[in-house]
């Protein structure tokens, strides 16, 4: 089985420019999450999708943040302006989750974002 | 609010040694899940183990084993005869109750196996 993909691995800019991220998750999980971790610290989650729609963004910074997760199965994170502090590793995690269950989130490779 | 602690931020072994890394999380709910992620250098989070808090049974799988006490707030994990391929950050999580589904992360501990 396929795990959760990421692209790109690494990404450069410089401040005040854009980028996006893309995640592909594991085949029929139906939940899927965007996790920033900053050099030192645990993940802390950004954004949650069920299907195409969003459980929980309380944490997302939405003047900057954008997520979209259009057909239920890939999802893009974008950042529009990048500032200095937005340097992380960007985790994309997916679970088979259903109402009822807490069930185990599976983790991409993540996307290393340095803003310059 | 609920929260994880892992007071040891790195640690250092030789091979062959045992070590274990602590855990401890503060939550007011009865129902919670604990989570074991290994992260090695390449930088993927992989799942080890999740307990919820209705099943104190400790566990062991190989060279790793898990002790969960609720007395105590903790959740343990213990690698019996450390190898290099251990050397990685280890973050202990949680999840709490029924209807919420957000990791909460430790802070992590570096674990480097000296050969």
């Known amino acids: 089985e396929a795990g959760v993909a990421q692209s790109p691995r690494y990404k450069i800019i410089e401040k005040r420019q854009s980028v996006a991220f893309w995640c592909n998750p594991i085949?029929?999980?139906?939940?899927l999450y965007w996790y920033q971790q900053i050099l030192g610290q645990g993940p802390k989650l950004l954004i949650q999708?069920?299907?195409?729609?969003?459980?929980?963004d309380s944490q997302l910074p939405k003047d900057r943040f954008s997520a979209e997760r259009l057909k239920g199965v890939d999802s893009t994170l974008k950042i529009q302006p990048a500032k200095l502090e937005d340097s992380a590793v960007y985790l994309c995690?997916?679970?088979?989750?259903?109402?009822?269950?807490?069930?185990?989130?599976?983790f991409g490779p993540g996307t290393r974002l340095t803003v310059l | 609010a609920q929260k994880v602690t892992q007071a040891q931020t790195e640690i250092s072994v030789v091979e062959k040694e045992d070590v274990t890394l602590d855990c401890v999380y503060e939550?007011?709910?009865?129902?919670?899940?604990l989570f074991w992620y290994k992260q090695p250098p390449s930088g993927e989070l992989v799942f080890l183990i999740r307990?919820?808090?209705?099943?104190?049974q400790n566990e062991i799988s190989g060279r790793y084993s898990w002790n969960f006490q609720k007395s105590t707030s903790s959740f343990n994990f213990t690698i019996t005869a450390s190898q290099v391929v251990d050397s990685a950050v280890y973050f202990c999580?949680?999840?709490?109750?029924?209807?919420?589904?957000?990791?909460?992360f430790g802070k992590g501990t570096k674990l480097s196996v000296i050969p």
């Open positions: 995690a997916s679970s088979s989750l259903s109402t009822a269950l807490i069930d185990t989130q599976y």
């Open positions: 085949s029929g999980h139906a939940t």
């Open positions: 999708f069920q299907n195409n729609g969003v459980v929980d």
């Open positions: 939550t007011r709910d009865t129902t919670y899940y």
């Open positions: 307990r919820n808090s209705f099943d104190e």
């Open positions: 999580a949680l999840i709490v109750g029924a209807g919420s589904y957000q990791l909460t």
